[in-house]
């Protein structure tokens, strides 16, 4: 009988924060600045330079920190990782080893649509720097270096072997994002390596407790990368076990293309990188009264507030992680919801019709004239039938970029909805006069003609008709017949 076998996973999630300066000289911290124009003698590490840490730095740590509801270390310390490779000019990146910033942390994370949560266990924060880049160019058969991202301010965040799928993975790296986001500590931008993960996959057996042993994936460059190689990765890890081998402890390459992990090199220990105290620094100490001043100034942050969406307004668990993941969409609901429209009608327009038109100009919220008041002076008339669903979509069209309000364009464009039963009436004559064989088959006990009837009514009054009013009457009309 084939073995069963169960996932265990660990993240290792790198974000950049976005500070003005680097994380050790006063060089600036952007993306996108002509190679090799943002360093200078302290981030390329030449000799004789002196780091000085950015005190910003430790702030934006902390308060991930209390986000993650982790111990925060007041004393702690810096401490040299030694590697040698060519975009680390130093030889050493400066990062912590044994006393991280900020300790013994979790994050719940939502894994059905009920509304339960299961607990992932985050191991530690500790700030370090990011190395450089290597620029693969064909043209001299070789790489070549740009410092510009040396020294750039990261956190590493290490979550606990809690994970026991990639769906898990998905929401823990989602709430990790989310969380960033919401304390404004780092744009997350995945395609400008704002935010990477390293991942740590290993199979058990089924009930044995025992973990085997853990193989890190590289070159992890999204979230959906993250699922599909975690999936990989299991998988090949029980195709070995159950052909009688042993899976190595190895760093291998994620290759999203061809969709296989790649072996690069065995793994490294700690006693690999022969950490010690970095002698330029000097320690960290924050006083509890600063620790509290950055813990009182968090926000709400995006667990709190999906479960509030769900217990406060009703949302489904799937609108509201859609509205939550979002920091200006959630924002924007929130002032929404202040007018008085239904929340459930706000979240279906908003993650509807207002999403596909942002996503088909790659535009945001801020880069519209939409305004929460004008969505829902729009949806409240949809909500009194004074214009009917398919008329609001055309009436958010036009609000969408420009000042016109719902009321303007509904005038404008002649949307309002006909309500009036005697002016209704003629058209549901006429139609049903023009349609015998659809007349006749309702009456013959196929109803669902009423639908095409009810269609032609609509075209005839322009799509103007109450639809509602309009199937009443087809079925009145037809019964005296």
Known sequence: MAMDYEIVVGLEIHAELNTD????????????AEVNSCCCPICTGMPGSLPSLNEKVVD?????????????NNVCKQDRKNYFYPDLPKAYQISQFDVPLCEHGYLDIMVDDQGNTKRIGVTRIHI????????????????????????????EIVSEPDIRSSAEAKAYLDGIKATLSYLDISDCKMQEG?????????????????????????NVNSFSAAVRAIDYEAQRQMDVLRKGGTVDQE??????????S?????????????????????????????????????PELPGHRMLRYMKEFGLPHFDANLLVENKEKAAFFDEAVQFGCQPKNISNWMLGDVSRILNEKNLTLADTKLTPKKLCEMIALIEKKEISNNAGKTVLEEIIFSDKTADQVVKEKGLAQISDSSFLEGIVK?????????????????????????GQCMRASKGQGNPAILKELVEKEISKL
């Open 21 to 32: 300066t680097k994380i050790f000289c006063g060089c600036k911290n952007v993306f996108g």
């Open 262 to 298: 790649i072996m690069m090199r065995s793994k490294e220990d700690a006693q690999d990188y022969r950490y010690f105290p970095d002698p330029d620094l000097l320690t960290i100490v924050v006083d509890e009264e600063h620790v509290k001043e950055l813990k009182d100034s968090l």
């Open 60 to 72: 934006y740590a902390i308060k991930m920190g209390h986000a993650l509801n982790c111990t925060i």
């Open 251 to 260: 760093t291998r390459r994620w290759d999203d293309m061809k969709g296989v």
């Open 430 to 454: 006429s139609v049903l006069e023009a349609n015998p064989k659809a007349v006749a088959d309702y009456k013959g006990g196929k109803t669902n003609v009423a639908g095409f009837l009810v």
């Open 128 to 155: 370090e720097e990011d190395a450089g880049k290597l620029l693969h160019d064909d043209r001299f058969n070789g790489s070549l270096c740009d410092y510009n991202r040396c020294g750039v301010p990261l956190i």
């Open 194 to 218: 704002s935010i990477r993960c390293d991942v740590n996959v290993s199979v058990m057996e089924k009930g044995s407790g025992k973990f085997g042993t853990r193989v890190e994936m590289k």
